[in-house]
């Protein structure tokens, strides 16, 4: 055997060493990371259902307040406070408060002051939600419990 095809053999030789080990290492990396990705919880959490909205002072007297990031509307009538979901139940757009109601800018949906359907494709009335005095003396809105249309909470 001539030294050239020994030198060709031991490069040979070495380039498989390292490419064997540069495999094994990154199939021990993608090994770790899958199980980190499959330790690491996968849930994906929602806002809270139960939440505060402030001070029942915030909401002035005959005010229909709109909070778009909770997709509620809070309506005060005297020392009366009730909560209504502004999302539509036709398909779920967020409905605008308007000076008849609510309105749904995507498919044409009315509903009244109370949340009742007026006009449009939309099945059933805006929900309205359960709201209490926390011992903080903040308003706290459920929106798990629904109650019946029309039941305010005195404050």
Not at 67 to 89: K, L, M, P, Y
Request: one cysteine or more.
């Amino acid at each position: 055997m001539s030294t050239k095809a020994s030198e060709q053999s031991g490069d040979r030789r070495s380039f498989l060493t390292w490419f064997s080990s540069a495999a094994l290492f990154g199939s021990a990396v993608i090994s770790a990371l899958a199980n980190f990705v499959f330790l690491k919880p996968r849930a994906t959490y929602g806002q809270p259902s139960r939440f505060s909205i402030g001070k029942p002072d915030a909401f002035p007297s005959g005010a229909r307040i709109a909070i778009e990031t909770r997709r509620i509307c809070v309506a005060r009538e005297g020392n009366q406070i009730a909560v209504i979901s502004t999302t539509c139940t036709h398909l779920g757009c967020i409905v605008g408060v308007a000076d008849t109601g609510f309105s749904c800018p995507c498919h044409g949906s009315r509903y009244d002051q109370d949340g009742n359907v007026t006009a449009g494709p939309a099945p059933k009335a805006l929900p309205w939600y359960q709201v209490k005095l926390a011992p903080n003396g903040e308003l706290e809105v459920d929106t798990s419990i629904e109650i019946k249309p029309g039941s305010y909470y005195n404050v």
